[in-house]
Antibody
Framework: EVQLLESGGGLVQPGGSLRLSCAAA????????MSWVRQAPGKGLEWVSG????????SYAESVKGRFTISRDNSKNKLYLQMNSLRAEDTAVYYC????????????????WGQGSLVTVSS | DIVMTQSPDSLAVSLGERATINCKSS????????????LAWYQQKPGQPPKLFIY???TRESGVPDRFSGSGSGTDFTLTISSLQAEDVAVYYC?????????FGGGTKVAIK
């Protein structure tokens, strides 16, 4: 069974930094692209960032470009999201999600999703 | 970016009745190279992550009950629950993966009347 488990969320002040992790199990991690998708409280879904299976290709939503960095460690089956210069509008549950292909060139659907990690940006 | 617009925002349907959710994209998500619509549907129950239900606009994910069906092409799509069950109460989202960035509709909340 595919399992994705996020960690690293919490309360951070505006302008601060946080690193999210996503531990993957139940599939060959280095064969699939991965993404982060967020959901503000009571709101809809917003794709944040994606990375190819090898880690060589990344992409970002305009809203986070230059502030967030996605990476992965295929030896540890882990996905990361480094979030800097955090703003109140970044407050959300952040989900990691598996994509059905290794590639990042074209978007994909997301399946499955982790349980999510709540990031709250507030003073 | 492709804008996805869902309607209605919410609907209440009696148990056993049909529920219909609409999703409209701001540009076609039908790829001419393979004649596939790059459109997915997700179900999200309270306190849970979204769950993929349908991809390629009409292909049900393994384990999804056959009372759920997806239809449509180009810019207009529909998710139909043919006979609403209590466990179908959730928010449903459409998502396009035709072009980057992938974008989601605003969601439709389905409740029991």
């Amino acid at each position: 069974e595919v399992q994705l488990l996020e960690s690293g969320g919490g309360l951070v002040q505006p302008g601060g930094s946080l690193r999210l992790s996503c531990a993957a199990a139940g599939f060959t991690f280095n064969k699939f692209a991965m993404s982060w998708v967020r959901q503000a409280p009571g709101k809809g879904l917003e794709w944040v960032s994606g990375i190819s299976a090898s880690g060589s290709s990344t992409s970002y939503a305009e809203s986070v470009k230059g502030r967030f960095t996605i990476s992965r460690d295929n030896s540890k089956n882990k996905l990361y999201l480094q979030m800097n210069s955090l703003r109140a509008e970044d407050t959300a549950v952040y989900y990691c999600a598996k994509e059905p292909t290794p590639f990042r060139g074209n978007p994909n659907w997301f399946d499955p999703w982790g349980q999510g990690s709540l990031v709250t940006v507030s003073s | 970016d492709i804008v996805m617009t869902q309607s209605p925002d919410s609907l209440a349907v009696s148990l056993g009745e049909r529920a219909t959710i609409n999703c409209k994209s701001s540009q076609s998500v039908l790829h001419s190279s393979n004649n596939k619509n790059y459109l997915a549907w997700y179900q999200q129950k309270p306190g849970q992550p979204p769950k993929l239900f349908i991809y390629w606009a009409s292909t049900r994910e393994s384990g999804v009950p056959d009372r759920f069906s997806g239809s449509g092409s180009g810019t207009d799509f529909t998710l139909t629950i043919s006979s609403l069950q209590a466990e179908d109460v959730a928010v449903y989202y459409c998502q396009q993966y035709y072009s980057s960035p992938p974008t989601f509709g605003g969601g439709t909340k389905v409740a029991i009347k």
